[in-house]
């Protein structure tokens, strides 16, 4: 009867594990919708719809990701993230493992496209907070690509840049899985590689150094390379490749070769196709065309790159670049009327991404904004008309400025702090401090135990300290005076006579000392969740131990982690 029961159990943990897998089938069928959604969106839009509806609950999610994804590739961003949000309710209410594997690449997958909906519409603080809500159910660095986004956004071009590295490096799909084919493999790596072009584009802005054009238009050729190797969409990546070397050709101020290659577009219709790369081309002319003073073509472009922006909404920084262009223009044709509503269109855009700057740790723009704001201002003055709206103008910049300096004081003491907890535990390896000898040369005049209660309980403390025992969370002042074989009067007396703290401040530099140092030497310790850091150092919950920690360093764990992952 038993050998029964416990077969039966068996059968529903076979049933149970391979209910939570897609088959091999199914995940070829995955892996052709993902391709089709580049070669033939209907027919993969079709398809998606078909297994979304499938009475098995796994190969139904992915359907609905999918159908998520044609629409997040169509710019529909509204609609699609309504699709993304409903899909993970339903997996995180699912009776999938929350551990396993499937659940997390499922998650991470829906979380990811979330991200990039709000980034692309320029709303960092809520792709952030995505991330921030989802990291503890997609551990091991699952979203290192996406933070790197966002620092290079925010304009922390060497971290976020070396975020992104890291990710090429250690991305999991090194391998080819069941049904995958090797060019789609590839084109994930090229997008990466893109990815980190950019990026470089944009810390070139900030630092004018060639050099980071240089590397930026070498990970474009990888890029490119890798696709045309297979022959994948030739002409569509040969165009993009043409469009990234255009920027890079313009941030030099070579804008008579950026525009020849921003009109190779013409031998590429494919771009037709998709609307935000054609919005790029459309932005990159118009500048170039204002570059070499051709006011009525880059007009031409702006207004084309805003009609479609309409339809997009990505990239308010593009947006406030062809404002700016096009104030520029109507201002040298003398169309004043035209010049003042675009200038105040770049103000309004200006403390609108202000405010999203605000919430998202003052992110910094690629687009030099006190240039757009010193232009759009001299428009204005110009009329004499709207004085107050000058007064309000130069109190935002005056908020901005200070919000730019008061950020940046702040990470640098964080920083400093942070260094100076690394020396502090590298010179306390090198020598050890005998606490016995401190608390003898220490010892208060007026103090009312003896001297050889004070060595007794010093040598008794150290013990106790050797053995690690302020980790248990009955370290309190009853456990020791009795591990002592003294009384708590006695042991309250030293602590506040002779060590000249409490013993509940003795407890947390402690137990705080002991994270800093382990968290340096077993970089495993970093993946742990702060609940379970805690509960290592004798805290019951995550809040006491982060409150504690923050006394103790001025820094929160999460900053200090974030650090040391950085420095290694």
Do not use: W
Not at 86 to 99: C, F, H, P, R, T
Not at 186 to 213: H, R
Not at 381 to 396: D, E, M, Q
Not at 441 to 461: H, V
Request: proline share 2%.
């Amino acid at each position: 009867m038993h050998k029964f029961i416990y077969s039966i159990i068996m059968l529903l943990f076979f049933f149970l594990t391979f209910a939570q897998e897609l088959n091999e089938s199914e995940i070829k069928k995955t892996r052709s919708i993902q391709e089709q959604l580049i070669s033939n969106p209907e027919e993969a839009y079709t398809e998606a719809l078909k297994i979304s509806k499938s009475k098995k609950e796994l190969f139904s999610f992915y359907g609905k990701y999918y159908v998520a994804n044609y629409f997040y590739n169509k710019s529909e961003f509204t609609y699609s993230k309504k699709l993304l949000i409903i899909l993970i309710d339903s997996i995180e209410k699912s009776k999938m493992d929350k551990s396993s594997k499937v659940y997390q690449d499922l998650l991470g997958m829906c979380v990811n496209k979330l991200f990039y909906i709000h980034k692309n519409l320029g709303e960092y603080d809520t792709a952030l907070f995505y991330l921030d809500k989802y990291k503890a159910s997609v551990p091991n660095n699952h979203f290192n690509e996406q933070y790197g986004s966002i620092k290079v956004a925010m304009g922390d071009y060497v971290n976020g840049i070396a975020l992104l590295k890291k990710e090429l490096k250690t991305t999991p799909h090194l391998k080819l899985g069941v049904g995958e084919k090797k060019i789609m493999n590839k084109k994930l790596f090229a997008d990466k590689y893109n990815m980190i072009g950019e990026a470089y584009q944009k810390y070139y802005i900030q630092s004018k150094k060639t050099l980071l054009l240089d590397s930026a238009n070498y990970y474009f050729n990888v890029a490119a390379k890798m696709m045309l190797q297979d022959n994948f969409y030739p002409e569509y990546t040969k165009a993009l490749l043409s469009m990234r070397e255009a920027k890079s050709a313009a941030l030099e101020g070579n804008y008579v070769k950026s525009l020849s290659l921003y009109r190779k577009r013409k031998k590429y219709p494919i771009i037709h196709e998709n609307i935000r790369t054609e919005q790029l081309f459309d932005l990159g002319m118009a500048d170039c065309f204002h570059h070499l003073k051709q006011v009525d073509s880059a007009l031409f472009y702006c207004e084309k790159y805003v009609k479609n922006y309409q339809i997009t909404k990505v990239s308010k920084e593009n947006l406030l670049m062809a404002y700016n262009i096009m104030t520029q223009c109507y201002s040298k044709k003398n169309d004043n009327r035209n010049a003042y509503i675009y200038a105040q269109k770049s103000l309004e855009l200006i403390q609108s991404i202000g405010g999203i700057k605000n919430k998202s740790l003052n992110f910094l723009h690629n687009y030099d904004l006190n240039i757009i704001k010193k232009e759009s201002n001299e428009i204005i003055a110009s009329k004499n008309y709207f004085k107050i709206s000058l007064f309000s103008i130069l109190a935002i910049l005056a908020l901005v400025i200070f919000s730019f300096y008061y950020y940046h004081k702040l990470l640098k003491e964080k920083h400093h702090r942070f260094l100076k907890i690394i020396q502090n535990l590298r010179e306390s390896k090198v020598s050890e401090i005998n606490n016995t000898q401190i608390i003898k040369t220490e010892t208060q005049p007026k103090q009312i135990i003896d001297n050889e209660l004070i060595e007794k309980l010093a040598f008794g403390l150290k013990k106790l300290e050797q053995k690690e025992a302020f980790l248990d969370p009955n370290f309190k002042l009853a456990f020791v005076a009795k591990k002592l074989n003294t009384n708590t009067a006695y042991l309250s007396q030293y602590f506040n006579q002779v060590i000249q703290k409490t013993f509940s401040e003795y407890t947390q530099e402690l137990r705080i000392q002991y994270v800093l140092q382990k968290l340096v030497d077993a970089p495993y310790f970093r993946k742990y969740t702060l609940q379970a850091i805690a509960e290592e150092v004798g805290y019951k919950d995550a809040n006491t131990f982060v409150r504690v920690f923050k006394k103790q360093t001025g820094l929160t764990p999460n900053y200090y982690i974030e650090k040391l992952e950085n420095t290694d």
